[in-house]
């Protein structure tokens, strides 16, 4: 069964760094989103991506946050300047037909600012 | 102010037996229900989901129930197994296009032997 796929597993990196966090998603997905949990907490919205513009974002996709598709098959999250408080799980999901169509995840990076 | 872990809901349940996780949700306008499984260490996994003009899904030893007058969602697991040890999130989303989902804090799920 196809899969999202993400990489790095994990991530260290010390305040203040840029970070790219990579994933491929499942090859005929229109949709593409990152996603984020803090330990022990829920997962929250990042933002949203359909034909090669965000179509929504949430309060925490701040100016720090970008993303891009920068071909057919990688969707990259960048943070570029990492705080304390950015250290989280990050997933990327993607789905087909928007509307109806479950969102499916990748196994997620942990990201452990310093 | 300081973020603070979330204490999650817990159920244990013996191995063979049925279990039921409950979830409230809070937009009244959202049309489009799933429930995730999360393992240790994985991202959430896709389990059943509803549309708003249902009450009732069915799966393989799932089945999800779907309330609007109260806002209630329910996962019901049929013999659980091992296997099913894991943190079970409700998620919802409204409209069409791009699904910005709303997750639930998530229910504990232990299985005993």
């Known amino acids: 069964e196809p899969e999202v796929t993400q990489t790095p597993s994990h991530q260290v990196t010390q305040m203040g760094q840029e970070v790219i966090l990579r994933c491929v998603p499942i090859?005929?997905?229109?949709?593409f989103y990152w996603y984020r949990q803090i330990l022990g907490q829920k997962v929250e919205f990042l933002v949203s991506f359909y034909n090669n513009e965000i179509s929504e974002k949430s309060e925490i996709f701040d100016d720090q946050f970008s993303v891009e598709r920068p071909d057919g098959s990688n969707f990259t999250l960048k943070i570029r300047s990492t705080k304390l408080e950015d250290s989280a799980m990050y997933f990327c999901?993607?789905?087909?037909?928007?509307?109806?169509?479950?969102?499916?995840f990748g196994n997620g990076t942990r990201l452990t600012v310093t | 102010g300081e973020s603070v872990g979330l204490h999650l809901p817990t159920l244990s349940v013996q191995e063979g037996d049925n279990s039921i996780i409950n979830c409230a949700y809070s937009?009244?306008?959202?049309?489009?229900f799933i429930w995730y499984k999360q393992e240790s260490g994985k991202g959430p996994q896709f389990i059943i989901d509803i549309r708003s003009n249902m009450d009732k899904r069915q799966g393989q030893r799932v089945t999800v129930l779907l309330n609007k007058t109260v806002k209630h969602l329910s996962l019901q697991i049929a013999a659980t197994q091992p296997g099913d040890s894991a943190v079970y999130f409700c998620?919802?989303?409204?409209?069409?296009?791009?699904?910005?989902?709303?997750f639930g804090q998530g229910t504990r799920l232990t299985i005993n032997p």
């Open positions: 090859s005929n997905h229109l949709y």
């Open positions: 937009n009244s306008a959202s049309d489009y």
């Open positions: 999901a993607s789905n087909g037909a928007g509307s109806g169509s479950p969102l499916h």
């Open positions: 998620a919802e989303t409204e409209g069409q296009g791009a699904q910005k989902l709303v």
